[in-house]
Every structure is written in structure tokens, then in C-alpha cells.
């Protein structure tokens, strides 16, 4: 069992950046496919990126924007978010699974506390 700890949120003008990390304990974490999702008011938690065995997935209105990557030495994954916009504006978790079936909140088994990222206008 792994235990995921985001970090890095923050108030960020629009066209600004963040980087994010999410450190994991308890497991050997070059195991885990990892994942970031976000949740904003009123909506549902949604896909935002993932890494498993060198290959990267993004939710399309991110791509090009966000970067996942992942430091196994560190047991560290991150999301570097670039040019960043007022619909970016939710509470972003870490996830992680050790057997990977799709990009769903539901194919994920562990989770982070989540960390508030707001973009002002």
C-alpha cells in the first residue's frame, strides 16, 4: 500500500505556471502507474494526466499546457502546468495504481488530500 502526498498549490495569475509533486511512501513506487485529477466546484473529479511504463496520457484541453513526469529515485511524481487558465481552478490529487486499467477516478486505489490550485483572471 502506498500513502501519496501533494504539494505545491497556490493563486497564480492567468499565463502563469506551478509545478506540482506528489511524494508516495510505503511501496516500491516504480510500481504504481500515477495520476493527477482534479476536481473544481460543482463538478466531478476528472483525468488529468498519467504515467505508467514510459508512456504519458492528458486530458485534451491540457495538452501542451501540463507535463507529468515521474523521479523513482525520489518516489516523486509531478505536473508542470504552463500557461495556465481560469478553468485550471480546482483541487488537483495524486493517485496511483498498481494494476492500470483506464484513466478513470475509478481505476486509481490510492489517493492524496488534494492541493488547491486557483488561476485568477
Known amino acids: 500500500q502506498v500513502q501519496l502526498v501533494e504539494s505545491g498549490g497556490g493563486l497564480v495569475q492567468t499565463g502563469g505556471s506551478l509545478r506540482l509533486s506528489c511524494a508516495a511512501s510505503?511501496?516500491?513506487?516504480?510500481?504504481?502507474?500515477m495520476g493527477w485529477f482534479r476536481q473544481a466546484p460543482g463538478k466531478e473529479r476528472e483525468f488529468v494526466a498519467s504515467?505508467?511504463?514510459?508512456?504519458?496520457y492528458y486530458l485534451e484541453s491540457v495538452k501542451g499546457r501540463f507535463t507529468i513526469s515521474r523521479d523513482n529515485a525520489k518516489n516523486t511524481v509531478y505536473l508542470q502546468m504552463n500557461n495556465l487558465k481560469p478553468e485550471d481552478t480546482a483541487v488537483y490529487y495524486c493517485?496511483?495504481?498498481?494494476?492500470?486499467?483506464?484513466?478513470?477516478?475509478?481505476?486509481?486505489?490510492?489517493w492524496g488530500q488534494g492541493t488547491q490550485v486557483t488561476v485568477s483572471s
Open positions: 510505503g511501496d516500491t513506487f516504480s510500481r504504481y502507474a
Open positions: 504515467s505508467r511504463a514510459g508512456s504519458t
Open positions: 493517485a496511483a495504481t498498481i494494476y492500470f486499467r483506464a484513466n478513470t477516478e475509478s481505476a486509481f486505489d490510492y
